[in-house]
Protein backbone atom coordinates (compact mmCIF):
# COMPACT_ATOMS: atom_id res chain seq x y z
CA UNK A 1 0.00 0.00 0.00
CA UNK A 2 1.54 3.39 -1.22
CA UNK A 3 1.39 6.22 0.85
CA UNK A 4 2.59 9.82 0.99
CA UNK A 5 3.21 12.98 3.23
CA UNK A 6 1.74 16.46 4.07
CA UNK A 7 5.52 18.40 4.01
CA UNK A 8 3.68 20.84 6.07
CA UNK A 9 3.53 18.78 9.02
CA UNK A 10 6.84 16.79 8.45
CA UNK A 11 8.14 19.68 8.72
CA UNK A 12 6.34 20.60 11.70
CA UNK A 13 7.17 17.64 13.08
CA UNK A 14 10.78 18.16 12.70
CA UNK A 15 10.64 21.92 14.80
CA UNK A 16 8.66 19.96 17.54
CA UNK A 17 11.99 17.38 18.05
CA UNK A 18 14.73 20.36 17.92
CA UNK A 19 12.84 22.29 20.39
CA UNK A 20 11.78 19.94 22.52
CA UNK A 21 15.46 18.53 22.85
CA UNK A 22 16.80 22.10 23.22
CA UNK A 23 14.68 22.82 26.39
CA UNK A 24 15.87 19.31 27.56
CA UNK A 25 19.50 20.19 26.74
CA UNK A 26 18.66 23.49 28.66
CA UNK A 27 17.72 21.86 31.85
CA UNK A 28 20.88 19.03 31.48
CA UNK A 29 23.60 21.80 31.33
CA UNK A 30 21.36 23.43 34.38
CA UNK A 31 21.88 20.11 36.41
CA UNK A 32 25.45 19.41 35.50
CA UNK A 33 26.18 22.86 37.48
CA UNK A 34 23.67 22.40 40.51
CA UNK A 35 24.39 19.84 43.27
CA UNK A 36 21.32 20.65 45.04
CA UNK A 37 18.08 18.92 45.61
CA UNK A 38 16.30 21.08 42.77
CA UNK A 39 18.26 18.59 40.34
CA UNK A 40 15.53 15.76 40.49
CA UNK A 41 13.08 18.23 39.41
CA UNK A 42 14.83 19.29 36.40
CA UNK A 43 15.82 16.02 35.50
CA UNK A 44 11.96 15.36 35.50
CA UNK A 45 11.56 18.53 33.27
CA UNK A 46 14.31 17.32 30.49
CA UNK A 47 12.86 13.66 30.66
CA UNK A 48 9.54 15.04 29.83
CA UNK A 49 10.61 17.36 27.43
CA UNK A 50 12.55 15.14 25.43
CA UNK A 51 10.66 12.22 25.66
CA UNK A 52 7.48 14.25 25.04
CA UNK A 53 9.04 15.92 21.50
CA UNK A 54 10.13 12.25 21.14
CA UNK A 55 6.58 11.25 21.09
CA UNK A 56 4.71 14.32 19.79
CA UNK A 57 6.97 14.18 16.48
CA UNK A 58 6.02 10.32 16.34
CA UNK A 59 2.67 11.24 16.16
CA UNK A 60 2.56 14.96 14.15
CA UNK A 61 4.27 12.55 11.58
CA UNK A 62 1.63 9.87 11.40
CA UNK A 63 -0.88 12.24 11.05
CA UNK A 64 0.99 13.52 7.60
CA UNK A 65 0.75 10.32 6.84
CA UNK A 66 -1.97 10.05 4.33
CA UNK A 67 -3.05 6.34 3.55
CA UNK A 68 -5.87 5.35 1.24
CA UNK A 69 -7.56 3.44 4.71
CA UNK A 70 -9.07 5.46 8.03
CA UNK A 71 -6.53 4.17 11.04
CA UNK A 72 -7.06 5.06 14.73
CA UNK A 73 -5.13 4.42 17.35
CA UNK A 74 -4.91 1.71 21.06
CA UNK A 75 -5.21 4.83 23.71
CA UNK A 76 -3.29 1.94 25.93
CA UNK A 77 -0.73 1.25 23.51
CA UNK A 78 -0.37 4.93 22.82
CA UNK A 79 0.47 6.09 26.57
CA UNK A 80 2.56 3.07 26.88
CA UNK A 81 4.63 4.61 23.67
CA UNK A 82 5.08 7.65 25.92
CA UNK A 83 6.15 6.24 29.15
CA UNK A 84 8.75 3.96 27.36
CA UNK A 85 10.57 7.27 25.68
CA UNK A 86 10.57 9.17 28.99
CA UNK A 87 11.72 6.47 30.85
CA UNK A 88 14.69 5.49 28.80
CA UNK A 89 15.75 9.09 27.96
CA UNK A 90 15.73 9.87 31.75
CA UNK A 91 18.07 6.76 32.67
CA UNK A 92 20.15 8.34 29.71
CA UNK A 93 19.95 11.93 31.01
CA UNK A 94 20.86 10.69 34.47
CA UNK A 95 23.64 9.27 33.50
CA UNK A 96 25.08 12.44 31.62
CA UNK A 97 23.98 14.38 34.28
CA UNK A 98 24.52 13.31 37.53
CA UNK A 99 28.62 12.47 38.01
CA UNK A 100 31.94 13.54 35.66
CA UNK A 101 31.04 12.91 32.01
CA UNK A 102 33.73 10.91 29.94
CA UNK A 103 33.34 9.31 26.61
CA UNK A 104 32.58 6.45 27.93
CA UNK A 105 29.34 7.66 30.06
CA UNK A 106 28.10 9.68 26.45
CA UNK A 107 28.41 6.38 24.71
CA UNK A 108 26.44 4.46 26.85
CA UNK A 109 23.75 7.44 27.45
CA UNK A 110 23.85 8.12 23.74
CA UNK A 111 23.14 4.04 22.80
CA UNK A 112 20.32 4.16 26.13
CA UNK A 113 18.56 7.36 24.47
CA UNK A 114 18.61 6.21 21.14
CA UNK A 115 16.88 2.65 21.86
CA UNK A 116 14.37 4.62 23.59
CA UNK A 117 13.77 7.17 20.40
CA UNK A 118 13.35 3.53 18.57
CA UNK A 119 11.56 1.40 21.25
CA UNK A 120 8.96 4.63 21.57
CA UNK A 121 8.66 4.42 17.37
CA UNK A 122 7.75 0.72 17.29
CA UNK A 123 5.64 0.79 20.21
CA UNK A 124 2.99 3.51 18.94
CA UNK A 125 3.41 1.91 15.50
CA UNK A 126 2.34 -1.66 17.57
CA UNK A 127 -0.92 1.24 18.32
CA UNK A 128 -2.32 1.23 14.83
CA UNK A 129 -5.54 -0.17 14.52
CA UNK A 130 -7.11 -0.57 11.52
CA UNK A 131 -7.75 -2.72 8.11
CA UNK A 132 -4.04 -3.42 7.19
CA UNK A 133 -1.69 -5.38 8.10
CA UNK A 134 2.09 -3.65 9.21
CA UNK A 135 5.62 -5.74 8.37
CA UNK A 136 8.94 -4.16 8.48
CA UNK A 137 12.17 -4.20 6.63
CA UNK A 138 14.71 -5.99 9.13
CA UNK A 139 17.73 -3.42 6.96
CA UNK A 140 15.46 -0.43 7.66
CA UNK A 141 14.94 -1.32 10.94
CA UNK A 142 18.61 -1.81 11.44
CA UNK A 143 19.55 1.60 10.15
CA UNK A 144 16.71 3.65 11.57
CA UNK A 145 18.41 2.69 15.10
CA UNK A 146 21.55 2.86 14.15
CA UNK A 147 21.30 6.37 13.19
CA UNK A 148 19.36 6.78 16.65
CA UNK A 149 22.04 5.50 18.91
CA UNK A 150 24.59 7.70 16.61
CA UNK A 151 22.74 11.06 16.63
CA UNK A 152 21.96 10.30 20.19
CA UNK A 153 25.62 10.06 21.35
CA UNK A 154 26.38 13.08 19.32
CA UNK A 155 23.76 14.91 20.29
CA UNK A 156 24.93 14.19 24.01
CA UNK A 157 28.68 15.11 22.95
CA UNK A 158 27.62 18.66 21.74
CA UNK A 159 25.91 19.81 25.15
CA UNK A 160 28.54 18.58 27.22
CA UNK A 161 31.51 19.79 25.71
CA UNK A 162 30.80 22.69 23.16
CA UNK A 163 30.50 26.08 25.41
CA UNK A 164 27.70 28.61 26.33
CA UNK A 165 24.36 28.90 23.91
CA UNK A 166 26.04 27.17 21.00
CA UNK A 167 26.16 23.68 22.77
CA UNK A 168 22.60 23.54 23.09
CA UNK A 169 21.58 24.86 19.21
CA UNK A 170 24.00 22.12 17.76
CA UNK A 171 22.98 19.33 20.24
CA UNK A 172 19.34 20.31 20.00
CA UNK A 173 19.89 20.12 15.99
CA UNK A 174 20.98 17.08 15.88
CA UNK A 175 19.12 15.51 18.49
CA UNK A 176 16.10 16.65 16.03
CA UNK A 177 17.58 14.64 13.37
CA UNK A 178 18.13 11.76 15.42
CA UNK A 179 14.44 11.18 16.48
CA UNK A 180 13.25 12.56 13.12
CA UNK A 181 15.55 10.20 11.41
CA UNK A 182 14.65 7.54 13.22
CA UNK A 183 11.30 8.03 12.30
CA UNK A 184 11.19 8.43 8.60
CA UNK A 185 14.50 5.94 8.20
CA UNK A 186 11.91 3.06 9.98
CA UNK A 187 8.78 4.51 7.89
CA UNK A 188 10.65 3.92 4.42
CA UNK A 189 11.02 0.26 5.25
CA UNK A 190 7.58 -0.22 6.60
CA UNK A 191 4.60 -1.87 4.08
CA UNK A 192 0.82 -1.43 4.86
CA UNK A 193 -1.31 -4.23 3.63
CA UNK A 194 -4.56 -3.77 3.25
CA UNK A 195 -7.03 -6.08 4.11
CA UNK A 196 -10.65 -6.79 3.18
CA UNK A 197 -12.08 -8.23 6.60
CA UNK A 198 -13.58 -5.80 9.15
CA UNK A 199 -11.72 -5.10 12.35
CA UNK A 200 -13.43 -5.40 15.35
CA UNK A 201 -11.95 -2.40 17.70
CA UNK A 202 -13.02 -3.51 21.30
CA UNK A 203 -9.95 -1.37 22.97
CA UNK A 204 -10.85 2.00 23.58
CA UNK A 205 -9.17 4.05 20.72
CA UNK A 206 -8.10 7.76 19.17
CA UNK A 207 -9.49 9.08 15.82
CA UNK A 208 -7.10 10.88 13.94
CA UNK A 209 -8.56 14.30 14.92
CA UNK A 210 -8.51 13.12 19.30
CA UNK A 211 -5.00 12.22 18.59
CA UNK A 212 -4.34 15.20 16.70
CA UNK A 213 -5.92 17.48 19.79
CA UNK A 214 -3.86 15.62 22.05
CA UNK A 215 -0.53 15.80 20.25
CA UNK A 216 -1.55 19.75 19.71
CA UNK A 217 -1.28 20.01 23.41
CA UNK A 218 1.51 17.95 24.16
CA UNK A 219 3.21 20.40 21.21
CA UNK A 220 1.98 23.63 23.17
CA UNK A 221 3.73 22.46 26.66
CA UNK A 222 7.14 21.80 24.81
CA UNK A 223 6.84 25.06 23.13
CA UNK A 224 5.94 26.69 26.06
CA UNK A 225 8.95 25.21 27.58
CA UNK A 226 11.19 25.86 24.74
CA UNK A 227 10.67 29.82 25.48
CA UNK A 228 11.14 29.91 29.54
CA UNK A 229 14.24 28.47 28.65
CA UNK A 230 15.14 31.25 26.28
CA UNK A 231 14.32 33.61 29.58
CA UNK A 232 17.48 35.21 31.22
CA UNK A 233 18.13 33.72 34.22
CA UNK A 234 18.27 36.69 36.60
CA UNK A 235 21.06 36.81 39.03
CA UNK A 236 18.86 37.07 41.74
CA UNK A 237 14.83 35.32 42.42
CA UNK A 238 13.43 37.46 45.66
CA UNK A 239 11.60 35.19 48.04
CA UNK A 240 10.70 36.77 51.31
CA UNK A 241 10.97 40.64 52.15
CA UNK A 242 14.64 41.32 50.55
CA UNK A 243 15.63 38.00 51.05
CA UNK A 244 16.81 36.02 47.66
CA UNK A 245 18.00 33.07 46.63
CA UNK A 246 20.93 33.96 44.65
CA UNK A 247 22.09 31.35 41.11
CA UNK A 248 25.09 32.19 39.58
CA UNK A 249 24.58 33.81 36.05
CA UNK A 250 27.31 31.40 34.77
CA UNK A 251 27.15 28.32 36.30
CA UNK A 252 23.22 27.65 37.11
CA UNK A 253 24.57 26.47 40.46
CA UNK A 254 22.56 28.11 43.40
CA UNK A 255 24.15 30.25 46.27
CA UNK A 256 23.14 29.98 49.87
CA UNK A 257 20.18 31.91 51.28
CA UNK A 258 21.64 35.42 51.02
CA UNK A 259 20.40 39.31 51.48
CA UNK A 260 20.78 41.21 48.28
CA UNK A 261 21.66 45.28 49.29
CA UNK A 262 18.82 47.36 47.75
CA UNK A 263 19.34 48.53 44.09
CA UNK A 264 20.68 52.09 45.17
CA UNK A 265 23.09 50.92 47.43
CA UNK A 266 26.71 50.11 45.85
CA UNK A 267 29.05 49.61 48.94
CA UNK A 268 32.78 51.28 48.02
CA UNK A 269 34.69 50.78 51.21
CA UNK A 270 37.76 49.63 51.22
CA UNK A 271 38.58 46.00 51.17
CA UNK A 272 40.30 45.24 54.33
CA UNK A 273 43.16 42.68 55.46
CA UNK A 274 43.06 41.44 51.59
CA UNK A 275 39.52 39.60 51.74
CA UNK A 276 37.00 39.38 49.66
CA UNK A 277 33.61 40.34 51.38
CA UNK A 278 30.54 38.09 50.24
CA UNK A 279 27.15 37.71 51.52
CA UNK A 280 26.28 33.96 52.73
CA UNK A 281 22.72 32.90 55.41
CA UNK A 282 22.26 37.01 55.84
CA UNK A 283 25.70 37.49 56.94
CA UNK A 284 28.64 39.25 55.38
CA UNK A 285 31.80 36.80 55.74
CA UNK A 286 35.72 37.37 54.21
CA UNK A 287 37.57 35.17 52.12
CA UNK A 288 40.98 35.38 51.40
CA UNK A 289 41.28 36.65 48.23
CA UNK A 290 43.84 34.06 47.95
CA UNK A 291 41.25 31.26 47.71
CA UNK A 292 39.51 33.08 44.91
CA UNK A 293 39.57 30.87 41.62
CA UNK A 294 37.63 33.34 38.95
CA UNK A 295 34.86 36.15 39.57
CA UNK A 296 32.21 36.74 37.24
CA UNK A 297 29.90 39.50 37.03
CA UNK A 298 26.25 39.34 37.80
CA UNK A 299 24.52 42.19 36.59
CA UNK A 300 25.10 44.64 38.91
CA UNK A 301 27.18 42.48 41.22
CA UNK A 302 29.87 39.76 41.21
CA UNK A 303 29.88 35.88 41.86
CA UNK A 304 33.14 34.54 43.59
CA UNK A 305 34.39 30.79 42.79
CA UNK A 306 36.89 29.54 45.78
CA UNK A 307 39.11 26.41 45.46
CA UNK A 308 36.29 24.49 46.85
CA UNK A 309 34.70 25.06 43.66
CA UNK A 310 31.28 26.45 45.56
CA UNK A 311 30.02 30.29 44.53
CA UNK A 312 29.36 33.41 46.75
CA UNK A 313 27.41 36.35 46.12
CA UNK A 314 29.57 39.90 46.59
CA UNK A 315 27.91 42.82 46.41
CA UNK A 316 30.43 44.48 44.73
CA UNK A 317 30.52 45.00 40.94
CA UNK A 318 33.49 43.69 38.69
CA UNK A 319 35.33 46.18 38.11
CA UNK A 320 35.19 47.20 41.52
CA UNK A 321 36.87 43.75 42.56
CA UNK A 322 39.65 43.82 39.78
CA UNK A 323 40.47 47.01 41.63
CA UNK A 324 41.29 45.21 44.49
CA UNK A 325 43.36 41.83 43.03
CA UNK A 326 46.78 41.65 42.01
CA UNK A 327 47.08 42.31 38.03
CA UNK A 328 50.36 39.52 38.34
CA UNK A 329 48.31 36.74 39.35
CA UNK A 330 44.48 37.75 38.50
CA UNK A 331 43.94 38.99 34.57
CA UNK A 332 40.41 39.69 33.66
CA UNK A 333 39.81 37.34 30.44
CA UNK A 334 36.83 38.18 28.96
CA UNK A 335 34.47 41.46 29.70
CA UNK A 336 32.62 39.44 32.32
CA UNK A 337 35.23 36.98 33.61
CA UNK A 338 38.21 37.26 35.54
CA UNK A 339 40.88 33.98 36.25
CA UNK A 340 43.53 33.26 38.79
CA UNK A 341 46.25 32.44 36.66
CA UNK A 342 47.86 30.32 39.80
CA UNK A 343 44.72 28.03 39.12
CA UNK A 344 44.61 27.57 35.33
CA UNK A 345 44.49 24.03 34.72
CA UNK A 346 44.31 24.28 30.89
CA UNK A 347 43.34 26.09 27.73
CA UNK A 348 41.49 25.55 24.85
CA UNK A 349 41.42 27.58 21.77
CA UNK A 350 38.70 27.47 19.84
CA UNK A 351 39.30 29.77 16.64
CA UNK A 352 39.90 33.36 17.72
CA UNK A 353 38.11 32.80 21.16
CA UNK A 354 39.14 30.38 23.65
CA UNK A 355 38.02 28.26 26.80
CA UNK A 356 40.23 28.40 30.19
CA UNK A 357 39.39 25.11 32.43
CA UNK A 358 40.05 25.90 35.96
CA UNK A 359 41.92 23.33 38.72
CA UNK A 360 39.24 20.67 39.74
CA UNK A 361 36.25 22.32 37.68
CA UNK A 362 36.41 20.82 34.43
CA UNK A 363 32.97 20.74 33.43
CA UNK A 364 32.64 24.74 33.65
CA UNK A 365 35.25 26.01 31.22
CA UNK A 366 35.59 30.11 31.28
CA UNK A 367 35.30 32.05 28.29
CA UNK A 368 38.45 34.42 26.24
CA UNK A 369 37.26 37.14 24.57
CA UNK A 370 39.30 37.49 21.25
CA UNK A 371 40.73 40.58 22.39
CA UNK A 372 42.51 38.74 25.64
CA UNK A 373 43.89 35.78 23.84
CA UNK A 374 47.22 36.85 23.37
CA UNK A 375 47.51 38.79 26.73
CA UNK A 376 47.16 35.01 28.16
CA UNK A 377 48.72 33.17 25.98
CA UNK A 378 51.70 35.70 26.59
CA UNK A 379 51.47 34.97 30.57
CA UNK A 380 51.00 31.16 30.37
CA UNK A 381 53.99 31.00 27.99
CA UNK A 382 52.26 29.49 25.23
Known amino acids: MLFTYDPILVMFSVIVAILGAYTCFDLVIRIRKNQQAVNKALLIGAAFAIG ?39 VALLIVSTASYSFKRIVVAGIIMGLGISSMHYVGMSAIRGNCEISYSAVWVSISVAIGMAAST ?10 GVWRRVVAALVMGVSISGVHYTSMAGTTFLSIDKAIELSQPILSPFSLGLITAIATFIILGGTLLTLV ?114 SFERQHDKGLIFMRGDEASPIPVSRTNIGKLQSVLGI
Not at 154 to 163: N, R, V
Request: hydrophobic share 40%.
Open 52 to 90: GSIWSMHFIAMLALNLPIVIRYDILMTLISGLVSVLMTA
Open 154 to 163: ASLWSAMTLH
Open 232 to 345: PDRSLIPIKGNQTRNRHAHTGKPFADTERPPETEHPETEFQFGKLPILRNHKTYFIDIADVLSVSADGHYTTVQTRDNEYHFCSHSLSRVEEELDPQVFLRVHRSHIVNLNHVE
